[in-house]
Structure formats: C-alpha cells, structure tokens
C-alpha cells in the first residue's frame, strides 16, 4: 500500500538539543510538506519541496530546516532555536503541489521538551 | 489581514440528523478549497475539493458548497453516525500561494 510514513511517534527534546523528524512517501509524489499543529490553530506550513534538490520556507520556518536529496524522503530538523518546539508535526505530499491535488498526510510526531 | 476561521470549536448533534460546518476565509481569492478528516492522533485525511466556478460537490453522504460571494464554503453530512465524529478541517489554495488550514471543527454525533 502506498502512504507516508513518519517517524517516530513521539519524540522528546532536551534543552539545546537538535532532533530529526523522519517523513518517508512511497507515492512516487514530486511535492512535499511540512506542518505544524497546535491545539485550536490551523494547520501552519513549515516548509515544502516541490523538486529534489529544491524547497522553500513556509510561514514559520524559523528554528526549522529541511533536505530533499531523495524523492521519497523529507526529514525535518527542529534545532535549538526553535523555543517553542512542543507541537503535533504533520508531513504530507501531492503529486506536483497544485491547488487541485488533495495532500496525503502522515501519522504525525508528536514532539515534548523535557 | 488574511483569514480563515471555521464556524464553532465544536459542533453535537444527533444521530441521523445533517450537520452543517462552515468555513469562511477574508482577503483570500481561492481557486479550490477542500475539506478533511481528522481523527484524534492522526494525520488528517481528504475527502472533497470543490473548485471557484463550481456551486457544489457531492460524495456519498457528504456535501460541499462553495459561495465566492459571500466567501464561505458549507461541509455537509446527511444521515449522520457516531462513527462520523472527528475533527473537520477546511483548506483552501489562492494563486501564488500554498494551502492555508481552517482551526477545524470537532464534530460529535450522539447515539
């Protein structure tokens, strides 16, 4: 079956601490994404990638970095100037990122600060 | 500023009854706007996309409207079931743009 698959589930941050979320589409999708969660927002767009080789900042990509070396992955650094990490991290992908192509999302990872 | 709110946090109603959520979105001019699912711990998942020549879409139990004038799009569900209940979430995509999320709408539908 094809789908995206993050990981891990949850995952825990210590103070000053870089971690790496994992998003991996066996979709054959050429556009990637990646959101933020927060109870009662919307979902916020961190970054996406429409090529490999190729992605741009989103609204709040500030303490957030991305790679897009392969098609089918997308992994998401949270580095310690991010200081307000705590939130449900989403990945999704379309085919070419167009308006009229619904986005498949993951089972998100669910970050804390210890 | 650009908006996009979703009527209420959280919406009950009966089995069997329509229930009725709506999304309206200010200094937006969206080209599509699509609806999805989300349940607790998960990633969302599609379920419609209505484009901005079109008045409605319909699948199964599930309806969507779209008015460019009042600028609001109504996410209906007939015959409803417990087993609808879950967090429903509008999107839209402007030209130039990505998508923007709505907050969502909990929906509870009680037996």
């Known amino acids: 079956d094809g789908g995206i698959t993050q990981s891990p589930k949850y995952l825990f941050r210590k103070e000053g601490q870089n971690v790496t979320l994992s998003c991996e589409q066996n979709?054959?999708?050429?556009?990637m994404y990646w959101y933020r969660q927060d109870p009662g927002q919307g979902l916020r767009l961190i970054y996406y990638?429409?090529?490999?080789?190729?992605?741009q900042k989103g609204d709040i990509a500030e303490g957030y970095s991305v790679s897009r070396e392969k098609k089918e992955s997308f992994p998401l650094t949270v580095t310690s100037a991010q200081k307000n990490p705590t939130a449900f991290y989403l990945c999704?992908?379309?085919?070419?990122?167009?308006?009229?192509?619904?986005?498949?999302f993951g089972d998100g990872t669910r970050l804390s600060i210890l | 500023s650009q908006k996009i709110e979703q009527n209420s946090e959280a919406l009950n109603i009966q089995e069997g009854k329509t229930a009725t959520l709506t999304c309206n979105y200010t200094n937006y001019s969206p080209a599509y706007l699509q609806w999805y699912r989300q349940d607790p711990g998960r990633g969302p998942v599609f379920l419609l996309l209505?484009?901005?020549?079109?008045k409605e879409k319909r699948k199964e139990r599930l309806k969507v409207t779209f008015d460019t004038t009042l600028k609001q799009s109504l996410f209906h569900i007939t015959a409803s079931q417990p087993a609808d209940s879950a967090t429903y979430l509008c999107a839209l995509w402007d030209y130039g743009q990505n998508f923007v999320f709505g907050p969502g709408t909990r929906l509870s539908v009680l037996p």
């Open positions: 999704a992908s379309s085919p070419q990122g167009a308006g009229n192509q619904p986005q498949h």
């Open positions: 990638s429409q090529i490999v080789n190729d992605f």
């Open positions: 979709l054959n999708h050429d556009a």
């Open positions: 209505i484009r901005e020549n079109e």
